[in-house]
Nanobody, 124 residues
Framework: QVQLVESGGGLVQAGGSLRLSCAAS????????MAWFRQAPGLEREFVAGIAWNVGSTYYADSAKGRFTMSRDNVKNTVYLQMNSLKPEDTAAYYC?????????????????WGQGTQVTVSS
C-alpha cells in the first residue's frame, strides 16, 4: 500500500492556472500507475489524467486534453497535475490514486490507494 497526500488546490479565476502535487510514501512506485480523478458535488468521481510510473507515458480525459499536463518526479516520489486555462466546470475535489496492477485505468474502482483530496474552485 502507498500513502498519498495531495496539495496545491485553491481558488483561481477562469483562465488561470494551478499545479497540484501528490506526494507518495510507503513503498517504491516502480510498476505503479498513478492517476488524478475529480469529483464535483452531486456527481460521480471522474478520471482526469493518468501516468505509467516506469515509462512516464500519460493519458488524459477529453476534458483535460490540451489544458492539463500530468508529470512525475522520480526523486521526490511525486506526481503533478499542471492545469491551465481553467474553467468554472473544473471546480471539484481532486484526488490522486495509485495501483500496482491496473494499466491505463480510467475507473475509480481500478485503483486501490487514494489521497484525501484537494479542492479546486474556479470562479467565473
Amino acid at each position: 500500500q502507498v500513502q498519498l497526500v495531495e496539495s496545491g488546490g485553491g481558488l483561481v479565476q477562469a483562465g488561470g492556472s494551478l499545479r497540484l502535487s501528490c506526494a507518495a510514501s510507503g513503498r517504491t512506485l516502480s510498476g505503479y500507475h498513478m492517476a488524478w480523478f475529480r469529483q464535483a458535488p452531486g456527481l460521480e468521481r471522474e478520471f482526469v489524467a493518468g501516468i505509467a510510473w516506469n515509462v512516464g507515458s500519460t493519458y488524459y480525459a477529453d476534458s483535460a486534453k490540451g489544458r492539463f499536463t500530468m508529470s512525475r518526479d522520480n526523486v521526490k516520489n511525486t506526481v503533478y497535475l499542471q492545469m491551465n486555462s481553467l474553467k468554472p466546470e473544473d471546480t471539484a475535489a481532486y484526488y490522486c490514486a495509485a495501483d500496482l496492477r491496473v494499466r491505463a485505468g480510467v475507473r475509480p474502482d481500478q485503483y486501490a490507494d487514494w489521497g484525501q483530496g484537494t479542492q479546486v474552485t474556479v470562479s467565473s
